[in-house]
């Protein structure tokens, strides 16, 4: 098996970004390491990344959100001279397989996204100073920041040069901002996405491209009065101390297993599966703000998250061939939904706010992940309030009735709670219940009716809450049959089918920019005219162009 990547990583470890603290602002500086790829065989010229640099990025985000809750406002800039950002090496996509990429894309794409959402979940504002060359994935990272402030001089530009030069597209959202976030007029937009140079100057302001030029003599004192006046007129309440993300727990087995503290993914390599066992605390809820904080990192509702949200990773780019995840929970439900309570009842306070929003994004983190997924809700199972948000993430969920002879484990029960009615939403802006109901909403109401109470399987299929309910006799013929079949499909056509029905009703950018990855960057990735022998991927930088099908498809 190929060395595993790993999603953990702190500021020690640093290779390629380095953060430098001023109160309320924090400038934020990609310095890429040339040498230091993900993978042998590139060297990552012009602040040009790989996966290796977005999960630096992804860590130095979550670290601003919780041990640095007094930012209100960083700065992202290139500390190199004459270049922002040349965006995803070349040379990394050439060589790379088809599904590194695409998932590759996806954690970009998600990584964006969380600091996109950081001024609204966080009040921490993300200003872009560009100076040089702003290219493709590069100045996508300025589109996902929420102010873009572009210098006035002849080399200094934004461009997505992907279609003239590499034969595909921006792969991490960026026509969909260009259209739905920046607004820019649909034909600025095909001459801005045809031009390899791009556009500088007051251009790029006319154009909507950026919000601000400046001129090149003014630019770093103007940033840095901009932060300021950005932090300034903030209205995030200021924190006096953040907590420390310490190192997660766990250990990986020869079989590929992995075991955390609140988690267990158990690789049955045979079956094309992995089972993640989800353990509900141990330990009584925190009663305030204060023994929340000072829990840390170690508290229960945000080592889970962590830790999920780690596992769920490592099977989308370490384990490719496990094409069926299965989610399963135990402990007790109640003391769950203690620990939930105490972060619902206090969201104006920042650490619990940063709990929820992360537990927000873990639980879209799951609904994007393209593998089959299934929930089984057996006996002595905590699918309580949050944790119930994944019986609707996944493709389908099965449920014990009645007693099983011989398990004396508590009754199979679902609880909801006040988070499964907005404060997790998926990526389409509605909950998962909303989803899963878009054509019944009185059926999210009988739900909303029943928070608190244990629904147990009989009630849960007639509320629609569940896929299918069996006893002891067809429990196991039931599962096995359905993880038997689920296996033999293709996969590619099982990506395709759960892509679309995972998320009905309304478009939003997020689901405009995931769904445009799905079909045509995965579709794209894999013509010829990008990759193949005489493919503009394959001949980048040898001074020939690639060799096109010219066949409209």
Not at 136 to 159: F, Q, R
Not at 250 to 265: L, P
Not at 519 to 532: C, E, L, S
Request: charge should be negative; charged fraction near 25%.
């Amino acid at each position: 098996m190929a060395e595993r990547i790993d999603f953990q990583t702190d500021p020690s470890n640093y290779r390629h970004w380095r953060v430098e603290y001023d109160g309320p602002v924090a400038n934020l500086f990609m310095d890429v390491d040339e040498t230091a790829g993900l993978f042998p065989g590139y060297e990552l010229k012009l602040n040009s990344y790989d996966l290796g640099v977005d999960i630096e990025l992804a860590d130095v985000v979550q670290r601003m959100r919780f041990e640095h809750p007094e930012v209100k406002v960083v700065v992202m800039q290139s500390a190199k001279d004459k270049v922002f950002c040349a965006g995803a090496n070349i040379r990394m996509l050439g060589g790379a397989s088809h599904a590194h990429k695409v998932n590759f894309c996806k954690f970009t794409n998600e990584t964006r996204n969380t600091f996109e959402a950081a001024e609204a979940d966080s009040g921490q504002k993300y200003v872009a100073a560009v100076k040089g060359a702003c290219a493709g994935g590069g100045y996508e990272l300025a589109l996902a920041c929420n102010h873009i402030m572009l210098t006035n001089d002849s080399s200094s530009s934004v461009a997505l040069p992907e279609v003239p030069l590499l034969a595909v597209l921006p792969g991490t959202g960026g026509l969909t901002r260009v259209t739905d976030k920046r607004k820019v007029r649909r034909d600025l937009a095909d001459v801005f996405c045809s031009v390899e140079e791009g556009v500088k100057g007051q251009r790029a302001v006319d154009w909507k491209l950026v919000d601000e030029v400046i001129a090149n003599s003014k630019f770093d004192d103007t940033v840095q009065e901009r932060a300021k006046e950005f932090a300034d007129a903030s209205d995030k309440a200021d924190v006096a101390a953040g907590i420390t993300l310490t190192p997660l727990s766990r250990s990986f087995a020869e079989d590929g297993s992995v075991t955390y503290s609140t988690v267990e993914v158990t690789v049955e390599r045979d079956a094309g599966r992995a089972t993640i066992l989800i353990k509900g605390p141990e330990g009584e809820a925190p009663t305030s703000t204060d023994a929340l904080a000072e829990q840390g990192a170690e508290g229960y509702m945000l080592r889970l998250a962590r830790e999920l949200d780690d596992a769920i990773l490592h099977l989308r780019l370490n384990e490719r061939e496990l094409g069926l995840v299965v989610f399963s929970t135990q402990g007790d439900a109640d003391n769950l939904v203690a620990h939930e309570r105490l972060l619902l009842d206090n969201a104006d306070h920042w650490l619990a706010n940063e709990i929820l929003t992360y537990w927000k994004r873990v639980l879209k983190r799951v609904d994007m992940t393209s593998r089959s997924l299934v929930a089984l809700v057996e006996h002595g199972s905590c699918f309580a309030g949050v944790l119930a948000e994944l019986l609707w993430s996944v493709d389908r969920t099965y449920m014990m009735l009645e007693e099983f002879e011989g398990d004396n484990r508590p009754l199979a029960a679902i609880k909801l709670t006040d988070g499964n009615f907005g404060r997790y939403p998926m990526s389409n802006d509605l909950t998962r219940l909303e989803t899963r109901f878009l054509g019944s909403p009185e059926a999210v109401d009988a739900a909303k009716a029943q928070i608190g109470a244990a629904i147990e399987a009989d009630e849960a299929e007639e509320m629609g809450l569940i896929t299918y309910a069996f006893d002891d006799i067809d429990w196991e013929d039931e599962v096995r049959i359905f993880m038997e079949e689920r296996a033999s499909f293709s996969p590619d056509a099982m990506t395709g089918m759960e892509a679309n029905l995972r998320f009905a009703g309304p478009e939003t950018m997020e689901t405009r920019i995931f769904g445009r990855l799905t079909a045509w960057q995965n579709w794209i990735f894999q013509r010829p005219n990008a990759v193949g022998e005489d493919g503009a991927l394959q001949r980048y930088g040898t001074g020939v162009r690639g060799n096109y099908n010219m066949e409209r498809v």
